[in-house]
């Protein structure tokens, strides 16, 4: 595929894999660097949990996709269906792919490493977005207000682990052994 032939909401979704990733990366460090603000809690990781670590993609994924529909949908005609359902499939894949790799290779190998894990938000976005992009230009589509109500009961749900997660080991922090901020 050329560059040429790319549309223009086709290369915002490509540009997503870089600017995603570094959002991502920011959102990592933002709990802290607020002062561990319950409302920071909510749009960033406050422990060291996998369920946590997701929320580097949750929220700008949705934001990523949203956005740009919003403010350049009716611009390029976008098929709104189509395009949600590929923010959709962006997001199952990275919240699907993130612990699959992260567990994978920490319970494999037995060892935990800053750059592998890194690398694995960056691979999670890019696998993400790249199956949105496919699901875009070559799904039909599920109506954009199912989707949107998927997001809003996606949001709720990180929301209330945040402040009320379950005891299991995916919400577990494995430096502190706590659970999510109370």
């Known amino acids: 595929m050329s560059c040429k032939s790319v549309s223009k909401p086709e290369k915002w979704i490509l540009l997503g894999i870089p600017l995603l990733f570094s959002i991502g990366s920011i959102l990592h460090f933002a709990y802290d660097f607020l002062m561990k603000s319950p409302l920071a809690g909510i749009f960033a990781p406050v422990n060291e949990s996998i369920w946590e670590h997701e929320k580097m993609v949750v929220w700008p994924v949705i934001l990523w996709w949203s956005l ?34 992260y567990y994978f290779y920490t319970e494999a190998f037995g060892v935990e490493i800053l750059w592998v894990d890194i690398l694995i938000l960056l691979l999670t976005i890019a696998f993400g977005q790249l199956m949105g992009l496919h699901v875009y230009q070559h799904g039909k589509g ?38 999510g901020i109370l």
């Open 68 to 101: 740009y529909y919003i403010l350049k949908g009716k611009m390029y005609g976008i098929h709104k269906n189509r395009w949600f359902t590929g923010a959709l499939a962006s997001l199952f894949i990275s919240l699907v792919t993130m612990p699959m790799l």
């Open 142 to 179: 599920i109506p954009a207000a199912i989707v949107c109500i998927i997001f809003v009961l996606l949001i709720l749900i990180f929301i209330l682990f945040t402040f009320f997660p379950p005891h299991i080991p995916l919400f577990q922090d494995g430096i502190t052994s706590g659970y």
